[in-house]
């Protein structure tokens, strides 16, 4: 692992986007409480001005509330312009006894400005400011998914589908069930595992494979273990490895439905994804779903925690052709009105320049 972060580049640049990442001094087991406060800010400081007297930034966003949340406020600060963060999930559910919970509350009154990726996640802070006695200002504290590119909602040829399937070895009679995501079991991926080994019994064409095993990273060689331990299941359930967000697409395209077992999320772009590449979807009942649900159906659900009613749900989908085109169309246009990235950003830079423009 040490290895892998000691080869990243410095610098370099993507679609014109200068990208820079100082080396930051690490204790293993240790580092990520080191990084969280002070320590990363020490360590980037100099780079950051040296850029930032270069380019004269006008505000830093921060794609977390935590690590970089941290660094961005103390930045701001140091260069004196506003810093903003945006909330994503795992970040604002810290524990009081954890290492990272007076750094959360820090970074909470210190930005500037702060974005939710769901109403949960600002609900979550709500409640914690109030328990420390500290209300919370509503104008600074906005509800926004970032949403995803709609440029993905082209569709495969239906001879190039079929050549991405035999290609991967999956047959024009199998229901290819897709996961994308992290191999851990925060993501259900035990709990879809069981829910395929219990829908096979009923529909033996019914495969699944799950894309993001990063051995050493996660919790992929237990899970294999398991996928092994069940005789009927080794050439049915599959682990692979991440691919690039473009091969994602057509990972999806060849899919016939997509499994989203998480037991929380702040809001998964992987299943706004889903919907947009018209993949009918089953995922656990949990917050975001449901706002992404809102008071339609999108996406089939199963009780938390419940393997065998997520079985159920998948097979729902396979004996209905009906409701499968009821998810497909419900999901595409709750991706076009509320979740279009460009769309979204177009609110972040009206919301910045409003916020810059009354802090003068």
């Known amino acids: 692992r040490w290895a892998i972060y000691s080869n990243i580049k410095v610098f370099e640049k993507r679609n014109g986007i200068r990208i820079h990442r100082p080396p930051l001094f690490q204790i293993p087991k240790l580092g990520n ?8 800010f020490i360590q980037i400081r100099n780079t950051a001005n040296k850029i930032h007297q270069n380019n ?73 400011l109030k328990k420390v006695q500290h209300s919370a200002d509503v104008s600074k504290h906005i509800v926004l998914s970032r949403g995803i590119p709609l440029n993905s909602m082209r569709l495969f040829s239906y001879e190039k589908r079929q050549q991405f399937r035999k290609k991967h070895g999956i047959r024009s009679k199998n229901i290819f069930v897709l996961y994308v995501g992290r191999i851990v079991k925060s993501k259900g991926v035990f709990d879809l595992v069981e829910a395929i080994s219990i829908a096979q019994k009923q529909n033996s064409k019914i495969i699944c494979k799950l894309i993001g095993a990063i051995p050493g990273f996660d919790e992929s060689h237990v899970l294999n273990k398991i996928i092994r331990s069940k005789p009927d299941m080794e050439n049915k359930i599959e682990l692979l490895p991440p691919v690039a ?17 998480s037991f929380n999320e702040g809001m998964p772009n992987s299943v706004l994804e889903a919907l947009s590449n018209r993949l009918p979807t089953v995922a656990y009942d949990i917050p975001a779903i449901r706002e992404i649900n809102h008071d339609q159906l999108a996406i089939l659900t199963a009780p938390l925690g419940s393997p065998h009613l997520f079985s159920e749900r998948l097979l729902q989908i396979c004996r209905s052709k009906e409701l499968r085109q009821q998810l497909i169309n419900t999901g595409i246009k709750r991706v076009k009105t509320d979740f279009n990235i460009s769309k979204q950003m177009e609110k972040v830079i009206t919301i910045s320049k409003n916020f810059l423009l009354d802090k003068g």
């Open 245 to 261: 967000p473009t091969e994602v697409k057509n990972w999806m395209q060849a899919a016939d439905i997509y499994a989203f077992p």
């Open 56 to 128: 004269r930034f006008d505000l830093i966003l921060s794609f977390d509330l935590l690590g970089t949340g941290g660094m961005a406020w103390r930045l701001g600060r140091l260069l004196g312009i506003p810093a903003i963060g945006w909330a994503t999930g795992s970040d604002v559910r810290i524990k009081k006894d954890s290492p990272f919970y007076s750094e959360l509350l820090k970074s909470l009154r210190k930005l500037d400005l702060i974005f939710y990726q769901s109403h949960e996640l600002r609900d979550i802070v709500t409640n914690l």
């Open 33 to 40: 409480a080191f990084v969280a406060n002070w320590g990363g």
